[in-house]
């Protein structure tokens, strides 16, 4: 029967640099995610272009209106031009009418030029906050491409580390990797202790002569006394 403290304390190794790449990886992905500068950068820009979007809005609006108002100055126009009416209050209503269609399509006249200006000098906040973005963008990939380089390495490490776990296990029964994998949720991840000096090196206790000798049998599991744990001598 192979020794299963043995395998269960090399297990261990492998489960926490398991757990340290997990860790690891967590902090690289939230620092690739909480970028100020960047999501700054992108804050500026996207409200800006929905104040462009805003103003351009308003410009088709009002190009509508005063495409309709020409429309109708023309109706009228050719109404009062055209001969069909000969009634004098009807023309003078109709010169009323065009005077006040001028009047209205003047004012839409000079809030296109207005809105036409504003969106010129928006279009230049948008170009202006869009390469900021673009830089920042760039300046995120440059500097966390380290951090891209590094969890890369940690994903191909961790798929070296199964291959060697999906070993070890294979050597390990049931019942003892039941007992271990118990023990590491109820000991915050350490299963396994050394025995260095006759003392259980996580709890620090001393280990009575004859525990230290059963820790090395081959055909038992021995747990510390004190902590509880798996013991493993050389």
Do not use: W
């Not at 090399?10 to 757990?19: E, H, S, V, Y």
């Not at 996207?46 to 410009?59: E, V, Y």
């Not at 199964?162 to 350490?190: C, D, F, V």
Request: hydrophobic share 35%; charged share 25%.
């Amino acid at each position: 029967m192979s020794n299963q403290s043995f395998y269960l304390f090399q297990l261990q190794k492998i489960d926490r640099r398991l757990d340290q790449i997990t860790s690891r990886m967590s902090q690289i992905d939230s620092q690739l995610k909480n970028d100020q500068v960047l999501a700054e950068a992108r804050k500026l820009y996207d409200s800006s272009a929905q104040a462009l979007k805003k103003l351009m809005d308003q410009l088709d609006l009002v190009e509508k209106k005063s495409t309709e108002k020409r429309v109708k100055i023309e109706i009228s126009e050719s109404s009062l031009y055209g001969g069909s009416v000969k009634n004098p209050k009807e023309l003078s209503g109709l010169q009323q009418e065009i005077a006040s269609l001028k009047s209205f399509l003047q004012n839409l006249e000079n809030e296109q030029i207005e809105l036409m200006v504003g969106s010129e000098g928006q279009q230049l906040v948008v170009d202006k906050n869009r390469l900021a973005l673009d830089q920042a963008t760039l300046k995120n990939e440059v500097d966390n491409q380290h951090l891209y380089d590094e969890k890369k390495d940690l994903m191909n490490e961790i798929n070296r580390i199964n291959i060697e776990k999906s070993a070890i296990t294979q050597q390990i029964n049931h019942e003892s990797l039941y007992l271990y994998e118990t023990l590491r949720k109820s000991k915050k991840g350490i299963a396994v202790a050394k025995i260095e000096d006759q003392c259980c090196t996580i709890c620090g206790s001393q280990l009575p002569p004859a525990e230290c000798q059963m820790a090395k049998s081959s055909t038992q599991i021995t747990l510390c006394s004190s902590c509880g744990r798996i013991l493993y001598a050389d």
